[in-house]
């Protein structure tokens, strides 16, 4: 079986084994590098760490100053995260539908969306490929929107040049099948000391000083052990995504030209960190996505399906005043068409043929 997603820290043995005997095994200094290299790595002043990327929303909004009832516009078609963090965070959730070829929101659909209690904009990077941030920027500054990225699939991946997570807040998951993981753990990313001032007290129960509270706060604390985790990983960021990189491109060479099946586009000025490798079965393919799905799985081919359905179309937020449904074509296409194949950094040439002649079988046999 070839898997979706392997997860290798093997090489966090020495810095793992250091906190250990240290008896810091809570936050402490292993944080603050952790925290220090994520910075320069990410291209921003500042970096958070907490103790999930979920929380890295939450905490993000919750210093976005938003009253009961303001809106945060985001994607319909992303984790659950996105929209929990929202909730949890006490605002609303208004959603813009998503473009096929970067599976992020539409600009034009965020501008259509764009309301009097509109006070966030929650773009997902998702897959590892930005928003159209160029022209998201101006519909934000337009109607004084902050912005908070959900770029929990993005570490390291750029649009013009410029860094996912330095437009606003940036939030990073460090989940174990991410780009990088700590098993658990998530960063906030921002170029704005205040803000990030505000984010470490928020993140210790609103203290500063032991005992002197500033703000009604959280434990959102990441812990030495876990930074330890995700050093090394820091430290080749860019070999692994080069090796995914490596991967996307032999997958499409691969996959060019199969009646029915487009394949990820990297859309001009934007660089892919390929958390995902995500094929479209549309409807003039032999099998439809799920047929294809469960072949490739009888093949040995893992895959996976990210994601299954909208965000908001399940029972548990049919009723929540917080969940603002609306009729989003392109996302609900999109949900039942898309298709990840193994991309991860330890897919091997052969793995690759493999996977191709799966596919290719499955569809053009
Ligand atoms: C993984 C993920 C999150 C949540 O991160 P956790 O670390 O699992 O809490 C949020 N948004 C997106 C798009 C994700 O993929």
Known sequence: ????????????????TE????????????????????AKVAGVEHAVAVNNGTTALVASLQVSDLQPGDEVITSPFT?????????????????????????????????????????????VHLYGQTADMGALIP????????????????VGATYEGRPAGSYGLGCFSLYATKNITTAEGGVITTNDATIADRLR???????????QYEVAGHNYRLTDLHAAVGIPQLEKLTELTEAR???????????ADITGLRVPA????????????????????????????????????????????????YDCYRDNPG????????????????????????????????IVGAVREVLEG
Not at 245 to 254: Q, W
Request: net charge negative.
């Open 1 to 16: 079986m070839i898997p979706i997603t392997v997860v290798d820290v093997r090489d966090a043995e020495p810095l793992v």
């Open 19 to 38: 906190v250990l005997r240290s008896g810091v095994i809570a936050q402490g200094p292993m944080v603050k590098r952790f925290e220090d290299e994520f």
């Open 79 to 123: 984790f659950v995260a996105t929209l929990n963090a929202i909730l949890e965070a006490g605002a609303t959730a208004r959603f813009a539908d998503i473009r096929e070829d970067d599976f992020c929101v539409d600009p034009q659909a965020v501008a259509a969306a764009v309301g009097p209690r509109t006070k966030v904009l929650m773009p």
């Open 139 to 154: 519909i934000a500054e337009q109607h004084g929107l902050k912005i908070v990225e959900d770029a929990a699939q993005a």
């Open 201 to 211: 007290v928020l993140r210790n129960q609103g203290m500063r000083q032991r005992y």
């Open 245 to 255: 990189s490596r991967n996307a491109e032999a997958l499409s060479k691969g996959l």
């Open 266 to 313: 990297v859309l001009p000025g934007r660089s892919h960190v390929w958390h995902q490798y995500t094929v479209l079965v549309g409807d003039d393919a032999k099998v439809t996505r799920d047929e294809l799905s469960a072949k490739l799985t009888e093949k040995g081919v893992g895959n996976g399906i990210y994601y299954p359905k909208v965000v908001f179309d």
């Open 323 to 354: 969940v603002i449904a609306s009729d989003v074509p392109v996302a609900s296409r999109v949900a039942s068409q898309a298709l990840s194949l193994p991309v991860h950094p330890k897919l091997t040439e052969s793995d690759v043929d493999t």
